[in-house]
């Protein structure tokens, strides 16, 4: 006879199904390590995991804070600011564990990012046997996160497709600066904090996470692309037989992932939001004086378009790591041959500026016509830590070329006048080359151009009322325009203001 059924006690459910009580080690985000920079002048967030409830202590030099982990484990708080130092000190993080990372100097610290041209390393640079044959300074750090399948021509592995989550991607740790780490590290964001570490006389601590051949829409915030008239288009279907994306990345991500579908969890680099979740949003909001950006060859099919995504992508880093609008200086496309493509693609650069604190390296005269990697890295670098320099550190240095203000008409010849001139306009000819002239019927026709002072008249072409003009506008332009301090002017085009007459 079956006994009857009698209903368990609470406490002996509990006694039977009592889980073990979860527990973990205290962990630290991996942008922390050993040899790292720490930003000057900024809070300093700390974050990591440990188990729920868990007390926290960390200390770093001689500040100590406390915090209590939430329901779900995870633990931030803020250090006050530092000045900065040469002098290192250590972090230490206490829990149920200790975590140690040693060798940690203060000063300042920038994100270097975009695709190919950004990632050339410092061993396959014009200069690089020479760079890396002398001593290299102590007080420059690198943290060379690199892409853990790196999209070239080939079919990932197994193992390769299965880091393809934005989680896994990009790795990397801190590491002093010497031939063996620079040999692997972006050139010109090792240009760029040679310059910085020369000028400033501070330690610096550059972040590299470039990817070759990523469109700037794997960048932005997903979120964001969805949410925006003009980008939702890139989220609609499968993306890669979607033609708002180059035929490049679609093509590049089928022979890495073929037969890859957009819903499953594996993820090309290239696909809208990868970036920005594999490469941004693990960074922030470490502290940061900001980034450094050289990227546009997969976006020059559709400038108009361009001009959405980089105000997106910028606003949305801005956003991540919560430190206003700190300065992103970007260098615009060089010349290259067979890139009918690329002088509407320059002018979305050039319209970018628009965006506060944004600054644009023009680098027009310091590309190979021959090939998409230019090797001479330096140029550039130069370029954007003299814009640093100006417009982030306050030096009286001059840090662009000649800007078009505004054009006027006087006789049979358009007056163009410039800002930014250092004092003069200079040519390495007797004449200007490149500039055309347009009219009613917006047809260009080449316009014979000479300086004349801090100003440049062109002529007026036979029988025509003009109206616009630009100069340097060919994938391939031959242009030797500059200021007095060498520095070159950006390809431009301007209208001229109909209210002005013929005299």
């Known amino acids: 006879m079956k006994q009857p059924f009698k209903p368990l006690t609470i406490a002996l459910l509990l006694a039977i199904f009592r889980l073990p009580t979860l527990s973990a080690e ?11 920079v720490l930003q000057c002048g900024r809070p300093i967030p700390v974050w990591g995991t440990a188990t729920p409830g868990e007390a926290v202590s960390v200390t770093l030099g001689n500040q100590t804070k406390q915090t209590t ?14 000045v900065a130092t040469a002098v290192p000190v250590n972090l230490v993080v206490s829990a149920s564990n200790k975590i140690t990372i040693q060798d940690i100097l203060t000063g300042e610290v920038w994100i ?8 050339w390393p410092v061993r396959l640079s014009a200069s690089g046997a020479k760079d890396l044959a002398t001593p290299q300074p102590q007080q420059i750090r690198l943290l060379n996160l690199q892409g853990a399948a790196y999209p070239s021509g080939h079919l990932f592995t197994p193992q390769e497709q299965a880091i393809c989550v934005p989680p896994k991607y990009m790795q990397g740790a801190w590491a002093t600066c010497t031939p063996q780490s620079a040999a692997e590290f972006s050139a010109i964001a090792y240009h760029f904090g040679l310059e910085l570490h020369a000028e400033l006389g501070v330690p610096v601590g550059l972040i590299h996470n470039a990817l070759g051949g990523t469109p700037t829409e794997a960048w932005v915030n997903r979120q964001t692309l ?16 979607n033609p708002l994306v180059a035929s490049f990345c679609r093509t590049r991500a089928l022979t890495n992932l073929p037969g890859l579908k957009t819903s499953q969890a594996i993820r090309h680099p290239y ?3 990868f970036m920005f979740e594999a490469a941004i949003t693990p960074l922030a909001p470490f502290p940061i004086r900001g980034a ?6 997969s976006n020059t099919h559709n400038p108009t378009l361009h001009d959405t995504l980089f105000t997106a992508m910028v606003l949305d880093w801005r956003k991540a790591w919560q430190q206003g609008d700190f300065p992103v200086l970007y260098a615009q496309l ?10 509407a693609f320059r002018a979305s650069q050039f319209r970018c500026q628009k965006i506060p604190n944004t600054h644009m390296a023009v680098t027009i005269d310091s590309g190979d016509p021959n090939d998409i990697h230019p090797t001479e890295k330096r140029p550039v670098a130069h370029r954007l830590a003299l814009l640093a320099r100006s417009a982030v550190y306050g030096e009286k240095i001059a840090s662009s070329g000649p800007v078009a203000k505004a054009a006027s008409i006087e006789g049979n010849l358009i007056k163009l006048s410039f800002s930014q001139t250092s004092g003069g306009l200079s040519c390495t000819t007797k004449t200007v080359d490149g500039f055309e002239v347009a009219g009613e019927d917006g047809l260009f026709q080449a316009a014979k151009a000479t300086i004349s002072g801090e100003s440049i008249e062109i002529a007026i072409p036979t029988k025509t009322n003009p109206k616009s003009i630009r100069w340097a506008h060919a994938a391939n332009p031959t242009c030797h325009l500059m200021n007095a301090s060498g520095l070159p002017a950006s390809p431009f085009s301007l209208l001229i203001p109909s209210s002005v007459g013929r005299r």
């Open 226 to 241: 969805a949410t925006n008239a003009l980008t939702r288009g890139l989220l609609a279907d499968n993306w890669l037989e």
């Open 69 to 82: 982990t939430d329901s779900r484990g995870n633990w931030r708080l803020s250090m006050e600011p530092r």
């Open 334 to 343: 060089p010349n290259k041959n067979g890139a009918d493509d690329w002088p």
């Open 112 to 119: 270097c990012s975009g695709q190919s041209n950004m990632h």
């Open 271 to 273: 696909q809208p939001g």
């Open 292 to 297: 450094i950006w050289y990227q546009g060859e």
């Open 26 to 36: 205290v962990t630290l985000s991996p942008v922390f390590g050993n040899h790292m």
